[in-house]
């Protein structure tokens, strides 16, 4: 059964870096889409950044567009989610996921309502002071 463990978060002051990588157990990261999520307290979950399994395309949220980039070594089976200039809004919890998109177009990876992400794992906890 395919586990996906994330880790890298922590506490950081404004404007440093966290680089977050997401590894699979019981299986391999070969899948459509692979995506990052967060989700700050009181808040919905949002698509941060994803990457594309065939295509290798990847799309940042606009919110986070120039200062994250999600990356992928097939090497070590690693994603990763590096996260620059940060400010204390990208305070949450980050979730990694895997699934296929329902729709072939641009971005559909950030969007969890039309890619079917059917593994999430537990989710590292970032914190950006400011």
């Known amino acids: 059964q395919l586990q996906l463990v994330e880790s890298g978060g922590g506490l950081v002051q404004s404007g440093g870096s966290l680089r977050l990588s997401c590894t699979a157990s019981?299986?391999?990261?070969?899948?459509?889409?692979i995506g990052w999520f967060r989700q700050a307290p009181g808040k919905e979950r949002e698509g941060v950044a994803c990457?594309?399994?065939?295509?290798?395309?990847?799309y940042s949220a606009e919110s986070v567009e120039g200062r994250f980039t999600v990356s992928r070594d097939n090497a070590k089976d690693l994603v990763y989610l590096q996260m620059n200039d940060m400010k204390p809004e990208d305070t949450g919890v980050y979730y990694c996921?895997?699934?296929?998109?329902?729709?072939?177009?641009?971005?559909?990876?950030?969007?969890?309502?039309?890619?079917?992400?059917?593994?999430w794992g537990q989710g590292t906890q970032v914190t950006v002071s400011s």
């Open positions: 019981g299986s391999t990261l070969d899948y459509d889409a």
């Open positions: 990457i594309m399994g065939r295509d290798g395309n990847a």
């Open positions: 996921a895997v699934g296929r998109p329902w729709r072939s177009v641009p971005g559909v990876c950030l969007n969890s309502l039309i890619t079917d992400y059917t593994s």
